[in-house]
């Protein structure tokens, strides 16, 4: 059945995508038809296989979010776990006349894609890094080792560093390894915008994937023991503790998928560096 599914994908709804943008792009102002001509054709073909409408939410929120916090003038823009790119066209409207944004992945469809879809837009780079991750394997790279890092960016260098639906795939010591890089690369005052799966006492009737029944150490789940990476859950004490003495929270939006209260699918904390 999940073959035929599959089979189903590839022959009628993938093709399907291509004709839907155009004729989306065809009545549409110059102005729309911009952000339609941004969408990367292997968006559903790799490791960060996203939905129209999942793609389109993150780039509304992310032009408010960044309009209404990012107030520096040519800003370097970080995307830890980058995927097909979704922030590179919302990053470009803050970077086009100066500062950078740049996108980092393990995936190397996903940066392939990425180089291709936005090779128009100045001042906007893509990095494929060798650090791995359980639930997205790599292959054609030496992997860096535990600990290590491999990022192309100095110590305070950066001055947004976002990472959406990354470290819902990391277990603690990584989380805890990334946090104070992310801290390391932003700037004095830096900004941070992370999301994470805030475990509460909700279960999604929808997908068990979000549902955390097994701990991994105190305040971290996972609801797919065979490869924790897949789905990675935290209770809230257990996140301010992870920020603590690092991050000031400027702001919280709620992830529904988890129980809370807002539209955003997981929960987003807006963070500045201390
Ligand atoms: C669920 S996808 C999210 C992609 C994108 N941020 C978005 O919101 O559409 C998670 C991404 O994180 C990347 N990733 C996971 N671990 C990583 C690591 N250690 N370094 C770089 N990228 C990583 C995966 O390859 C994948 O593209």
């Not at 996903?110 to 291709?116: D, F, L, T």
């Not at 790599?138 to 560093?161: A, C, F, H, M, R």
């Not at 939006?253 to 129980?259: N, P």
């Amino acid at each position: 059945m999940r073959n035929i599914l599959k089979y189903l994908f590839y022959m009628v709804y993938y093709p399907a995508s291509f004709v839907w943008r155009k004729l989306d792009g065809i009545g549409s102002w110059k102005e729309t038809k911009w952000w339609i001509d941004h969408v990367p054709d292997a968006m559903f073909t790799s490791a960060t296989y996203a939905s129209y409408a999942v793609w389109i939410q993150h780039q509304g929120m992310f032009s408010v979010l960044m309009s209404l916090y990012l107030k520096k003038d040519k800003p370097n823009i970080l995307d830890f776990g980058c995927g097909m790119g979704n922030l590179a066209p919302v990053a470009y409207h803050f970077v086009r006349n100066g500062g950078k944004f740049l996108g980092i992945d393990t995936d190397a469809k996903s940066i392939a894609a990425c180089h291709k879809t936005y090779k128009d837009l100045e001042n906007c780079e893509f990095y494929r890094t060798r650090d791995p991750n359980a639930w997205y394997p790599q292959d054609g790279v030496q992997p860096t080792k535990p600990g290590e890092i491999d990022w192309p960016v100095k110590s305070n260098s950066q001055d947004l560093v976002v990472a959406m639906s990354v470290f819902t795939h990391l277990q603690e010591k990584a989380a805890i390894d990334y946090l104070k890089k992310i801290h390391d690369v932003l700037v004095q005052d830096g900004l941070a915008i992370i999301s994470f799966l805030i475990v509460r006492d909700y279960v999604n009737p929808n997908n068990d994937i979000y549902n955390y029944k097994h701990r991994l150490t105190p305040g971290w789940f996972t609801a797919t023991p065979a490869c924790p990476e897949c789905s990675i859950g935290i209770e809230h004490n257990a996140l301010l503790k992870l920020l603590g003495g690092k991050f000031k929270v400027l702001g919280h939006i709620e992830g529904c998928l988890t129980g809370g209260k807002h539209p955003s699918l997981q929960d987003l904390f807006v963070l500045q560096k201390i």
